[in-house]
Every structure is written in C-alpha cells, then in structure tokens.
C-alpha cells in the first residue's frame, strides 16, 4: 500500500489511528439524492463495477444493496470480478485502452502508484456526501478525496489465530520469535497445521516482513525511509532485515505450514479456519470479518508479527474504497451510486452489518465486534501500532512480491531478495523521476 508522499502518508493515516472514535460524533448532512440521472427513469442504465475476486465480501456489492438501488434508480449494476492476481494488471491495461469501468474497487495508497490515481480518477471535493465526512485524511491524496468509504478503519496486520485452539492448548500471545517458534510445535503436536501460507498470491507473503520492517525502523533506525527514499540508504544496508525474512521463511521449513505454500491461495484462507484445519495466519483483520460472515460464534484475533522482542501491530492505510474513473461512460450515474451507499440509511446499514468504524456524522457506529473492541483496547488506544513499510514506499511493490515467492521456491537467499529489490527498487524510482535516483 504506497502513498503519493512519504511524510504524508505517515501523517494521515497515523492520525487516522491516534484519533479513531468508537462513535461518530455529530449531526446533520442531508441524505443523498437517488432518484434516476436527469429524472430519466426509463432509459436503463448498467454500470460496470470492477472488483478482486478476493474481495466478493464487499459492503459495496452486497446483493440486497444492489437490489435496492435498482429499484429506486432503474440503474443495475454488473460486476466484473477479476482473479486477484491479476487486478493491477486487468486495471491498468482498462484505463490504458478505455476500457474504463464506471467504478473500481481498490487500495487507496497502491492507486496512487498502481493506477495513476490522480491522472485516471475523479476528484470527489464537491460530492454532496463529502461534508458530512469526519475523516476525510483515509480517502484523501494530495490534497483531494479521491475515493469513497463509509469506515475509517484501518487494516491492521499481524497473525491471526483461533483463540478457541490457543485456550484448549493452554497458549498465550508470543512477545517474541522464539515464543512463536514453540508455540507452532505444540499447534503441529497437537495435530492442526500452525500456519495458512497461501502465497500463490504473491502479496500475501509481504504480510511478515512489512510490519516487522516498519517495527524494526520505527525503534531503531526512524531516518530510514527518508534516506531510502531519497537514495542514501538501500534495503539490503540493514541485517535485521535479512533476518526478518529468514524468519518467515523458516516457519515453513519447520514444517509449521501447509505443504503446497506456492498453490494454495487466499481464497482458500476462510475455508481453513472454518473447518478448524488452521491456527494462525500472517494476515489483515479483514480475514477475520470475512470468518465471521460464515461463523459467528468463531473467535479470531490478531497479534502483532512476533519478529523481535514486543513488536507493535501493523496498521496499513484503509483498504477497499470505491473510485469513479475520469473515462466512465456513465460518469453521472456512477456518482449516484456514491450517492445511494453514502445516504444515511444505507450507510447506516452498512456500517451496522460490517460493523465499522463510521466515518459519517450523522452515521453512528455500533457496538464493535470483540475482535475490534480488542484491537481498539490493546494496541490503537495505547498506542501500539507501527505503519507497514507499504506506506511509505512510492513505487509498485509487485516484484517485490514476486521476489518474496522465489524465496519461497528455493530459488532465492534473502540477502538475494533484498539486493534484488533494491536494483528494481531503484529502477522504479528513477523511472519515477524522483530527485537522487
């Protein structure tokens, strides 16, 4: 998740997090129009909506919602579900040749360098929906929002684990990696695999190392990112590093994962806990709601990446906000479903069944679900979160992630991925045009 400036990014989104609310507060806003573009209701209207298959959980495409704003709109909306490897690629190639989607779901921060948010996308200042925004910083970029949610949680990223195995063996959270390390033994003892890796999803392995990066810089070394990003240092200049991804990579050697690491996918992740094959996860709190859906009455957590001695969580910037393209061919009718998800009640809807964090004044936000509540208790409140190395990283990351899936195959020492990133990293950046690359 790469945001357009360094200092920027650290700033919205780590106040974002110091200030998150348990309600929203305030009142007023006057509900969004929904009736049908130009009073027009007979001239039917599809819009194309462009989505991850990873993310067919949505608030935004909940059928009932998509059913309701075409009866009051005459307006359908199609969906066109992309395999998850594959989204930046399909987008870009999209918004390359025209193609445009009327909206797209995506990361704000990997927009920005992915998709060249602010040449492809609709500036949404003057939304009628925008004033009653509280924090507009989680859907903003230079200035300008830029896309559209009605939460302002932020993804939090560490391991997420089965509380139910870790009370029936007697487990508590590990403050360090050799506590994880022994933990993993009595999980495999006891005959439930310790570890989901579903890295056929390349992004899936740079879970690990982007919080404990970030965690490590943040304690010991807090000018980094501004000499990376400005050529004066390189990845491979810090051994902790190497370190860290020798770590990840040794829970798999250990035998505390699932076998074919470079087959099985995220998708496969719910269906793993669900059937209770699992125990942890390097991965969002995102998973957790995505279990929750199906089982209610399972009891997830997330704990930081136990990668040195009493690391913070990792907290990356909101994730899957909606965006209008400036080439939609139904420019209008797109803003109107912005409109429609933005309206009090259905805002309040959605808020209700995700269980967010609303990010609208007149919108309360309902009794959190415990694994929020405790995120919110035990690490927002007291400070304990650190931003993933993924904010503050201008560039794409996918070869990165490539590199981290070689590791993986045997192919590469992480000494190996570190230099590797950094001449692609390099490259990236002076393609870029940014100043000492």
Known sequence: ?????????????????????????????????????????????????AISKSSQDSAFIQQD??????????????LQLIPAEQTTTVLQTK???????????YNLASAITDLNLERNFEILDN??????????????????????????DTGMQGVVYNKQIFADLGLSIPTSYEQFLAICEKIKAGGITPVFMPYKDAWAANIWPAAAFADFVAKNDPSFFDELNSNKRKWADIPEFKTFLQQQYEVYTKGYTNTDVLSDSYDMAVG???????????MGDWLIEGVAEQDPSMELGVFPIPSSDNAKLGASPLGGQLFIPKKAKHLEEAKQFLDFIASKEIAQQIVDSKGYVSNFSDVTTPE??????????????????????????????????????????????????????????????????????
């Open 65 to 78: 919602i998509l059913d309701e704003f075409e009866k009051q709109t005459n307006i359908s909306v199609n």
């Open 1 to 49: 998740m790469k945001l357009h400036k360094r200092k920027k990014a650290a700033s919205i989104v780590l106040a974002s997090l110091l200030s998150i609310s348990l309600t929203a507060c305030g009142s007023g806003g006057n509900d969004s129009g929904t009736s049908a573009s130009n009073g027009n209701k007979n001239s039917k209207v599809t819009l194309e909506l």
């Open 368 to 437: 959190l679900p415990a694994y929020k509540q405790d995120i919110v208790d035990n690490y927002i409140l007291p400070k304990k979160t650190v931003l993933t190395t993924d904010a503050y990283m201008l560039v794409d990351r996918s070869e990165l992630y490539r590199l981290l899936q070689d590791q993986f195959a045997g192919g590469l020492t992480p000494e190996e991925v570190l230099k590797s990133w950094d001449e692609k990293f390099s490259q990236l950046m002076q393609d870029k045009g940014v100043s000492g690359f």
């Open 272 to 282: 793993k806990f669900l059937n209770k094959e699992v125990a942890m996860m390097f």
């Open 95 to 105: 918004l390359a040749v025209d193609e445009t989607p009327d909206i797209i779901q």
């Open 127 to 152: 939304e009628s929906w925008a004033g009653r925004i509280v924090n507009k910083d989680v859907l903003s970029a230079a200035g300008h929002i830029y896309s559209f949610h009605v939460s302002q």
